[in-house]
């Protein structure tokens, strides 16, 4: 099972472009990497999905580098209501094991005025 | 609402009580999951059913937790003689089969307190 780790915590201001980044050095072929968002007593929410170079949404680009073991979630211009927790998820659509689809500690982002 | 609901959102229980949870998933999806949430942590697998049938179960799932889904549709978690081990948060999750995105869509979850 790919393990993943981020860092545990960062701290931003409001308007600055954050970076988190995500190890994975164990990515399986079929994998692809999905970044979540969780504020505080709500389930996480789907930020942006990948499988490799650079996928830019509304909210949100993700870069992977060639060798895929690692990925960046990259906000634009983050405002207050992005504080949260960010985690990043490795797993593949053929689901081999639901055990893959494994949440770490994850990135607790601060946005401070 | 479309989303993926889950039913009681909070729960206070007394230690050897059992305790039901509910989750509806996104309609059209087959896959449901069940994560356990506890403060500071992110969630933990703890069962996987594929329509109507369980394909995986977590360690963690100890003999007092059992989860159905019956007709591949709603699925309820129930833990019998609860611990106060036992308080988390309880989050049902659904996603499209092999022809979707794999994208987990979650619930808001159910807590559960147990005293």
């Known amino acids: 099972l790919a393990k993943t780790t981020q860092p545990i915590s960062m701290d931003s201001y409001e308007g600055q472009e954050v970076n988190i980044t995500c190890s994975h050095n164990?990515?399986?072929?079929?994998?692809?990497i999905t970044w979540y968002q969780q504020f505080p007593s709500q389930g996480p929410r789907f930020i942006i999905q990948g499988y490799k170079t650079k996928v830019t949404n509304e909210v949100a680009s993700l870069f992977i580098p060639a060798d895929r073991k690692s990925s960046t979630l990259s906000l634009p211009r983050v405002s207050l209501s992005d504080t949260a927790v960010y985690y990043c998820?490795?797993?593949?659509?053929?689901?081999?094991?639901?055990?893959?689809?494994?949440f770490g500690s994850g990135t607790q982002l601060t946005v401070l005025p | 609402d479309t989303g993926v609901s889950q039913d009681p959102r909070h729960k206070i229980t007394k230690r050897g009580q059992n305790v039901t949870f509910r989750c509806d998933p996104i309609?059209?999806?087959?896959?449901l999951y069940w994560y356990r949430q506890t403060l500071g942590q992110g969630p933990e697998f703890l069962t996987y059913?594929?329509?109507?049938?369980?394909?995986?179960k977590s360690r963690l799932l100890s003999d007092r937790f059992s989860a159905e889904r019956p007709k591949g549709s709603f699925s309820t978690l129930e833990i019998q003689r609860t611990e106060q081990g036992d308080s988390a948060m309880y989050l049902c999750?659904?996603?499209?089969?092999?022809?979707?995105?794999?994208?987990?869509?979650f619930g808001e979850g159910s807590r559960l307190t147990v005293l």
């Open positions: 309609s059209e999806h087959n896959r």
């Open positions: 999750a659904s996603s499209a089969g092999p022809r979707g995105t794999g994208e987990l869509f």
């Open positions: 998820l490795v797993g593949g659509l053929i689901l081999r094991s639901a055990r893959q689809l494994t």
């Open positions: 164990n990515i399986a072929t079929n994998d692809y």
């Open positions: 059913f594929q329509n109507e049938a369980q394909l995986e």
